[in-house]
């Protein structure tokens, strides 16, 4: 049974039903997690400090990761506030948030206190540097926690600094998802214990397993302390990007020899002139002269010429060609709507439905209605 067949017609519940997240809003890997979760069917409310502002601007109908839930703006130092929190707590299957340690404490809303409120609680706790250690109060971003974590340093040019990839590897691979991973198996243990935990999600961790396969090639042998000659890092001529006559570029991932073999007959070249493609000796001067062939042709020119070859080449799009290519038109991984277009909710199942989500993010009307689901008795501590 195909999953994504199935799931467009899917009317059951969705795999997270009955799920009740409360979300203390934050930037970057929290309401990334929270979105996920969100995405898969939980029920979250979503709480934001009375006075935050976006610190990076931008049309706020077009930041996606707060899709899929309402927001209630509240000031947590109040009694009103602070009540209606309370209130939310004791009926939440999981709480987030992502300040910076000890910050919740000064509320009065730390663990200690909500979990007392509500046993089977999964107090979740998201940060950069973890909720202790020395650097556990200092600011940080993305860039900071890869570079202490040693995931920064192997990426970039052997003669340049190295090159931040986007906020993907610690905001979201090393953050959100692990927050997602980790609030469902709190779940799955809750189920044996009837008991909840509070759990220290931290980006430098995270970014720390992601780099598990690397750390083993390293002591194995395999992978180069620096940067420069090593397998997946652009040095091998069959696995980096090459820039074509149009100023685009393709990708090629040739790995195996078979996929090695067949990107080289693609270019008219021998294959018996290019023996022996794992040793790092042949890379410079083969990406060089391979530079030289893919420069001649349009990108969409050798998409074509690769079109019909098992060789792992394709062209490097942008999102917005992504989101109207023959993949996306077949697959749906980017919903397009009138005004905008935006990644559709993963993984697929075979008999749940997923959130389908709305095509700009707005703020909820129906914020009450919720609360009155979770049968909370203060919305009379709603801002107007």
């Known amino acids: ?109 730390g663990p200690d206190e909500l979990c007392s409120l509500n046993e089977r609680l999964i107090y979740t706790r998201m940060s950069g540097w973890g909720q ?62 009837g008991m909840g935990q509070v759990l220290d999600v931290a980006m430098i961790d995270g970014i720390s397993v992601l780099m598990t396969q690397l750390a083993g090639w390293m002591q194995m042998g395999q992978w180069f302390p620096g940067r420069g000659g090593n397998l997946l890092d652009g040095s091998a001529y069959f696995y980096r990007c090459y820039g074509t006559a149009d100023e685009r570029h393709i990708a090629v991932g040739a790995l195996e020899k078979p996929f090695h073999d067949a990107f080289i007959a693609g270019l008219g070249l021998r294959t018996e002139d290019f023996p022996d493609h794992l040793n790092p000796r042949h890379w410079p001067d083969r990406a060089a002269s391979i530079a030289s062939i893919i420069k001649r042709r349009p990108m969409r020119e050798w998409e074509t010429r690769f079109a019909d070859r098992d060789a792992c080449v394709t062209p490097v799009l942008t999102l917005q060609e992504a989101a109207t290519s023959t993949t996306n038109d077949t697959r749906g991984s980017l919903i397009s709507g009138k005004a905008a277009f935006q990644p559709r909710p993963a993984p697929r199942f075979s008999r749940s439905p997923v959130r389908t989500p709305p095509e700009t993010v707005e703020e909820a009307a129906d914020v009450r209605a919720v609360l009155e689901r979770w049968g909370v008795a203060g919305t009379a501590n709603l801002p107007a």
């Open 1 to 109: 049974m195909q999953a994504d067949a199935v799931n467009s017609e899917a009317k059951g519940p969705m795999p997270l039903a009955e799920m009740r997240v409360l979300e203390f809003s934050g930037l970057g890997p929290t309401p990334f997690g929270a979105m996920l979760l969100a995405d898969l069917g939980a029920e979250c409310i979503r709480i934001q400090r009375a006075g935050t502002i976006n610190p990076l601007g931008g049309d706020a109908k077009f930041d996606f990761v707060f899709r899929g839930r309402p927001t209630i703006s509240l000031d947590l130092k109040s009694e009103g506030g602070r009540d209606l929190v309370l209130d939310l707590v004791r009926k939440a299957d999981v709480l987030i948030e992502g300040y910076r340690p000890g910050t919740m404490e000064r509320l009065g809303l």
């Open 132 to 193: 202790d250690g020395p650097l556990s109060r200092k600011a940080g971003h993305d860039i900071n926690y890869l570079a202490l974590s040693g995931g920064l340093f192997p990426i970039g040019p052997f003669d340049g600094p190295p090159t931040p990839p986007l906020n993907l590897v610690g905001n979201f691979g090393g953050g959100g998802m692990f927050l997602a991973m980790g609030v469902l198996a709190a779940l799955q243990e809750r189920q044996r214990s």
